[in-house]
């Protein structure tokens, strides 16, 4: 019998994973997903990637995932975070075009582009996803922040912003989130759009 060797970081695999099937059970499969057509094999980019439990996520469905950054710190905890999921990291400001050297299926960004303060900055980065993509892109952004570092962006104002540089809106929904202390909620909006 031939042995074979154990690969999986058992310590740190569970929490990770759990994360990730967690993000694709009550965010990627109900908001997004149920909304969009894409196959199992499409390509997906995440831009601004976090922890990497989306791009994780998308990668446990069966995309090809490319999860870009523009931290190369930011990439390599992804990478440490799922050690055992397959994505490819880039290390690139979604500011500066081309994001891609070919067009992706879905282009996602969740927590991100409410920090271009700026409105011709933002539209570049909106141009940026619509010239990447060649399908669709979902934007997760804040509800009404307050923070002064964030837009405070209601639904219109990210479906307009998305209509102004050439997206057609598929939908809109809302994410309710209970803080860790139980009491505080932050209320998050998504919109899922197409590549007219």
């Not at 439990?53 to 523009?70: E, I, R």
């Not at 639904?155 to 939908?171: A, P, T, Y």
Request: with cysteine; hydrophobic share 40%.
């Amino acid at each position: 019998m031939k042995k074979t060797t154990n690969r999986w970081n058992a310590d740190g695999y569970t929490a990770t994973y759990r994360a990730a099937v967690s993000t694709i059970d009550t965010m990627i499969k109900p908001h997004i997903l149920s909304k969009i057509d894409i196959k199992r094999g499409a390509t997906v980019l995440e831009c601004g990637i976090g922890s990497g439990k989306w791009s994780a996520g998308f990668a446990l469905l069966g995309y090809h995932v490319y999860a870009m950054d523009n931290l190369e710190a930011m990439v390599q905890r992804a990478y440490d975070n799922f050690p055992n999921i397959q994505f490819q990291g880039i290390v690139k400001d979604i500011r500066d075009p081309p994001l891609m050297d070919h067009p992706v299926d879905l282009i996602f960004n969740e927590g991100v582009i409410e920090h271009f303060l700026d409105d011709d900055e933002r539209k570049g980065v909106l141009t940026n996803f619509y010239n990447a993509v060649r399908g669709y892109v979902s934007i997760i952004v804040p509800y009404k922040s307050e923070e002064e570092d964030e837009i405070f962006y209601t639904k219109k104002k990210l479906r307009d912003e998305l209509k102004d540089v050439g997206f057609s809106i598929l939908n809109t929904y809302e994410i309710i989130f209970l803080s860790n202390d139980q009491v505080t909620t932050r209320i998050l909006i998504g919109v899922n759009a197409n590549k007219k």
